[in-house]
């Protein structure tokens, strides 16, 4: 066999043994959201930490995460690292994702030296803290999320401590199935250490060892030619999450993205402060998030090592909500970390206009329902993480109510089957969302809609979602999808449970009750004036649209016999095209940031075209933009539409350059 074939196989071996620790996992948890939802990963990661190799199903977000952790193991350890010594680890601000995400790390020596740990990042359903499942909406400090595992030490040589596994156990809910996933993670590592034994023996250990330096080198490589394939530059992009949880004011996040030569840095400097609600983040998920788009726009097809991440470099000063320290809560990681892949999709997006894609979900969409079990002590924990439509590129629709490129292997939802079986609860309703799409000439895919009863006397809701007020944003002039709603319906009316959208925490639910949950449609691609009538008809054939849909958002008239009516959608797409408010820019002189809100000043003519007041939440597109910017009306007594430098930056434009300006809506219409 030839050294690339060797490599090949040895590599190949690697990722078998990832693969078989996946299969153990999902065969041998305890619980849903593990063994039904795939919220796991597993990885193999060299002794400094460097990630070795991966399974292709696994989960960036844990997964991109782990060389962090590992490396703060180490250095908390340093030498004193054993054979038989097995190391847990949740702490957001040592390199972990939020505490419901535990670590295992199994060290793996060859000829008495570390050479590699097996890692196991597994959801744990409940972690204690202030409700059942651990995240919510209302958290205002860490320690209400539930217990923060700094890298521990919770076998010596071979010696559990066991005093220190029943404390851990013993402030979880539903302990015993917390114990079993512990021991599934126990001994899906026990198995990975034997076949990775083996391998030493096959292939001879630093024979073995050197194979790995060279995948990583050669991942290294290929990965600096793509990024020197790409214009040098600085790409700017801004986003928001919708709250802290405490208050309607948004948060947001800055990104400069600097592209030089074959290296990529990526600065968040001027992002919001943390906040006392669970929307932040610890150091590791910038990182994250910025590998994770990298890899997926500029080398999507070899296999993932640390040798990708190396020409990436990281500004994220300590304090914002993108990386916070204690005692801020991180139970919204995943909705922060959406929001930087957002940033570097619509940087990116700039430099690479062929790789543009239309915005997701914002996160989790984390929905926790608990109460007392009817059949047997204690409660159920019911944990569903809906998914939702994905955006569109310049060639293709968004995919309907399915993970994205960004998530990993996760389910959409439980099955029905699943929930009934296990908690006193019925699915009713599951289908997609109707209209929730983002327009453009290219759509975003649909949301979906699942509605759960409660069959028992009572329960608790607790909601941990983004994008409920501000929704999916669509790129290249495209329009963004609807926002998440997540709602009670209770005796035929919908009650909001929390007066903060999507941030609920132990919301009281009475026997009857249903939950419902609508997940937001994928951001659009280009101009939905130019998609094609046929494409139109067909979503109204299937019931994704309905003909006053069509009309009002794609100019497209279907009559009474479902065919398009080619001069009525002429005519009306040519007038609608007429009613578009569009604007030269010019450069402002002073900022228009109000606290973290940039503000729009528009003059009092558009704003009437636009039927906005002031306070509302507006966008500025052009066919070549990343993401559109967004912003809160200020209704100006100046007849121009002036933006400062700092949002025509963010935007790509540049004074005199002419721009739409339109409201931007939540809800399907």
Known sequence: MNEVGRLELIRESLVAVVNEMRANVIHSSYSSIIYEGHDFSCALVAGDGRLIAQGVDDNPIHN??????????????????????????????????????????????????????TATRC???????????????????????????????????????????????????IAPERRGDFNTMLGTSRKAAEHVGRLFARFGGEALLDAVEELIERAETVMRRRISEIPDGTYHAEGYLDSDGRSATPLRGRLALTVAGERIVADFTGSSPQTRGPTNVGPAMAFNAVASIVKSFLDPDTPVNHGSFNPIEIVNPPGSFLNATLPAPCGGMVECRALMCGLVVSALGRALPEKRVGDLKGGGNHVYVSGPHRDRDGIFLFYEYPAAGTGATGRTDGNNAVR?????????????????????????????????????????????????????DVASLSVLADKNLIPPFGVAGGVGGAANRFTVIRGGETVEPSPVPGKVGDFPLQA??????????????????????????????????????????????????????????????????????RAPVTLANESDLDGPRRRIRLPADLARRLDVRGGALVEIATPDCGAALRGWAEIAERADLALSTDALAALGAEAGDTVEVRAVRTAPR
């Open 64 to 117: 991109f995460a782990v060389p962090y952790s590992t490396a703060e193991v180490v250095r908390a350890f340093g030498d004193d690292i054993h054979e038989g010594d097995i190391f847990l680890h949740n702490d957001p601000y040592t390199g972990g994702t939020h505490l419901n995400d535990v670590l295992m790390l199994y060290p793996v020596f060859h000829d008495a030296r570390l050479a590699m740990f």
């Open 404 to 456: 994205a490129f960004p998530e990993g292997d996760f389910n959409a939802v439980q099955s029905a089957e699943v929930v009934e079986a296990q908690c006193p609860l019925r699915i009713e309703a599951h289908g997609l969302r109707e209209g929730s799409c983002g327009d453009g000439e290219f759509r975003g895919g649909f949301g979906l809609r699942r509605d759960v009863r409660i069959l028992g």
């Open 123 to 173: 959801h744990w359903g409940d972690v204690g803290g202030m409700t059942p499942g651990s995240l919510s909406g209302r958290v205002q400090e860490i320690y209400q999320e539930g217990l923060r595992i700094v890298p521990t030490r919770i076998c010596d040589r071979g010696r559990m401590n066991d005093a220190w596994l029943t404390l851990l156990f013993d402030n979880m809910r």
């Open 512 to 581: 009857g009750d249903v939950v419902r949950m609508e997940t937001s449609g994928g951001g659009g691609h280009g101009d939905p004036l130019v998609r094609a009538p046929e494409r139109v008809q067909a979503d109204v054939a299937l019931g994704y649209l309905d003909r006053d849909q069509a009309a009002e958002r794609y100019g497209v008239v279907i009559g009474v016999d479902g065919n398009v009516e080619s001069a009525a959608t002429q005519e009306l797409r040519d007038r609608l095209r007429a009613s578009r408010v």
